[in-house]
């Protein structure tokens, strides 16, 4: 799953970073941040360690990451998520049977804070 | 001359004394005669009125051997005087029981006392009657028992009446048993109310369910002796209670799920409860209403877990089911490698990935609105044309793959805004052209129209179609339901497409429905409020 997703952001010329939990997530991203490497985040909500919400958070939180783009990628399609989601900065949430990879990639460029390399999780 | 006056006692003069003596008699005998004559008639009138009398009568000696009878008891008995004399009355009497003839001759021989009472005989004939029966002893100047004088009066056919009347009381008392045994035990809580919504009856399992005295809310407005929530706890206005609603439409009503409407009871404890409601007309015209409902927890739970399962498979169906959606999308994307069978193949795993998800979806959605998570959310205002016209071109593709064409009419100009949900709009848009175009044949238009009117836009999808019957409309919009036609042409169909547009589109304010329905035409419509029409509202 998480490699056909990279293969198709890379194909689309994106550097792409992969983390397997939250908790790895949000380490990579704030041993990146000083160089300010990541245009954009992709955010699975159900993960291992730390969900993605708690993730989302801690971004959010840390004054130097907090204008940091972040998708979220999920399975869960409840309002309740999608509105805590949102509420929490994130800046769409995409329900993964609802949408091609393709249409994902295209809002993408759309969303990334500048540069050209993305980080996707899980 | 005092030759007429004796100085002398006169001398007896027998000649004197005859006539006197004769003339003493002669008066006697006039006198006697005449009283007797007097007497004689004084009988005869007595007789008379005893023969002319409508009633029995009868006169006995001591040992009751019967001595006289009148026409009344001839009649009655169908005995004549001269076959009853020699006999008693058992003639057509002892169907009595023997304690009865003892009590009777006690009565009046041993005491001296008259007798009444009620008495079932037998007629010659063999019909038997009722009679109240009066026997009165007769004695002479002398003290001496001599008889004794029975009357009696035909009773039976008020004694039938009465019977009558006994059995119809029973049937009633019976008939009241069992209705009070079939309200008191009845699981389902039961009250009436009159045309004023007053409670006239209440059953115990509803005191129950509600928490109150039926001696307390008797003749009691229903709406002040208990309160009415919906789910959410917000109160019912009366207007909208269904036990008025009833009242003042006269029309039946039942709820669809226990979810609706909860009572509130002592103590602020909640009842959510399934009911029917029937008015009770008289003369065509509303004199009260009916209400039985039932306790909707368990069912509600039921209903709940049902729908929370249904909404956890969903969704662990979707992280595989997206995964095979992308990754049949990344083969079809790279398949520049593949042999061209192999090509066919990823194409053939992209259209099943992508019907699996559709039914997956359906499912989530399905879930969500069984939950009462509201179908509409993050609410925008949207211009119609615009939003159709976007809508159709993603559609296109769709329609394309079934050689259909989809045609935009636009007869309303000027920007048509109504504010509500781009996905829930997007939803039933989807489900609606998706049917239009799945149900009707190859290389025929499917139209769209938009229309304004009354504060509403109004959307037509129509197409040439397959007719669908009376009996199949009035369940179209039902969840799970599907016409026969439709499982024939798209078997894998689950039958929720038109339920989950019709509580979308009911959620927004609007309505949805059938237009016409045969094989030349079939139009599905549907209305939003425009945004306007809101706020001239407001």
């Known amino acids: 799953m998480l490699n056909v997703l990279k293969d198709r952001f890379e194909a689309d010329d994106w550097e792409v970073s992969v983390a397997h939990d939250g908790e790895e997530a949000i380490q990579a991203i704030e041993k990146e941040s000083s160089k300010s490497k990541f245009d954009l985040v992709l955010l699975d909500l159900l993960m291992p360690k ?6 989302l958070r801690d971004i959010k939180n840390n004054p130097e990451l907090k204008n940091l783009s972040i998708i979220v990628l999920s399975n869960l399609g409840g309002d309740e998520d999608i509105k805590k989601a949102l509420a929490l900065g994130a800046k769409d949430y995409f329900v993964k049977t609802q949408h091609p990879m393709s249409e994902i990639v295209e809002k993408a460029k759309k969303y990334k804070s500048g540069g050209a390399s993305a980080k996707t999780k899980n | 001359m005092n030759s007429f006056i004796p100085t002398q006692p006169p001398k007896m003069n027998i000649f004197f004394i005859i006539p006197a003596v004769i003339s003493i008699a002669v008066f006697l005998w006039i006198l006697i005669s005449r009283f007797k004559k007097s007497a004689d008639q004084d009988v005869k009138k007595y007789l008379l009125a005893l023969e002319s009398a409508s009633n029995h009568i009868i006169i006995t000696d001591v040992n009751g051997m019967i001595l006289y009878a009148n026409k009344g008891a001839e009649k009655m008995t169908g005995y004549n005087l001269e076959e009853m004399k020699g006999n008693t009355p058992r003639l057509w009497g002892g169907l009595m029981p ?3 003839y003892k009590k009777l001759w006690q009565t009046k021989k041993d005491k001296l006392q008259v007798f009444s009472g009620e008495i079932k005989n037998r007629r010659k004939n063999q019909d038997e009657y009722f009679a109240l029966m009066r026997i009165s002893p007769i004695i002479d100047q002398k003290g001496n028992l001599t008889g004794f004088v029975s009357t009696e009066e035909d009773i039976t056919e008020r004694k039938q009446k009465e019977e009558e009347l006994r059995v ?5 008392v019976e008939a009241k048993a069992k209705n009070e045994a079939i309200l008191a035990s009845m699981g389902d809580g039961l009250f009436a109310v009159d045309r004023e919504g007053r409670v006239i009856m209440i059953n115990a399992q509803a005191e129950r369910l509600l928490g109150v005295l039926k001696n307390n809310v008797l003749d009691k407005y229903y709406y002040e002796a208990w309160h009415m929530e919906n789910e959410k706890g917000a109160a019912i206005p009366l207007e909208k209670r269904p036990v008025q609603v009833v009242l003042s439409t006269g029309k039946r009503t039942e709820t669809m799920t226990p979810a609706d409407y909860v009572y509130v009871r002592k103590g602020d404890t909640r009842l959510a409860v399934a009911f029917t409601i029937t008015p009770i007309l008289v003369g065509g015209a509303v004199s009260g209403a009916v209400v039985v409902f039932r306790d909707g927890t368990m069912e509600k739970e039921i209903d709940r877990a049902k729908s929370e399962f249904i909404s956890i498979v969903s969704h662990q169906l979707r992280t595989p089911v997206s995964g095979l959606g992308w990754l049949t999308e990344e083969l079809e994307f790279d398949s520049k490698n593949l042999t061209s069978k192999q090509k066919k193949y990823v194409k053939d795993l992209v259209t099943l990935s992508k019907r699996l998800i559709g039914l997956i979806e359906d499912l989530v959605n399905f879930s969500k609105i069984e939950l009462k998570t509201p179908a509409i959310s993050e609410i925008k205002s949207i211009e119609i044309n615009d939003f159709i016209g976007e809508f159709v071109k993603e559609m296109e593709a769709y329609a394309a793959l079934k050689k259909h064409t989809i045609i935009l009419k636009k007869e309303v100009s000027g920007p048509l805004i109504v504010e509500t949900s781009e996905k829930a709009l997007s939803k039933v848009l989807q489900n609606l052209i998706s049917n239009a175009i799945d149900y009707s044949p190859k290389n025929t238009p499917v139209m769209i129209n ?10 037509l999808i129509s197409s040439k179609g397959t007719a669908i019957s009376k009996e199949e409309q009035s369940h179209l ?4 339901y599907r016409t026969e036609e439709a499982k024939k042409i798209k078997p894998e169909g689950m039958g929720l497409g038109l339920y989950i547009a019709k509580v979308i589109i009911e959620e927004a304010g609007g309505k949805v429905g059938l237009g016409s329905a045969d094989s030349e035409e079939v139009v599905f ?10 706020i001239n509202k407001n």
Do not use: C, H, R, Y
């Open chain 2, 98 to 100: 023997g304690e009865f």
């Open chain 2, 450 to 459: 938009a229309d304004k009117a009354d504060g509403f836009v109004k959307i």
């Open chain 1, 50 to 55: 730390k969900d993605g919400f708690s993730v």
């Open chain 2, 477 to 480: 919009f039902e969840k799970f």
């Open chain 2, 168 to 172: 119809e009381k029973n049937k009633l």
């Open chain 2, 525 to 534: 419509w549907f209305t939003i409020p425009l945004k306007e029409a809101m």
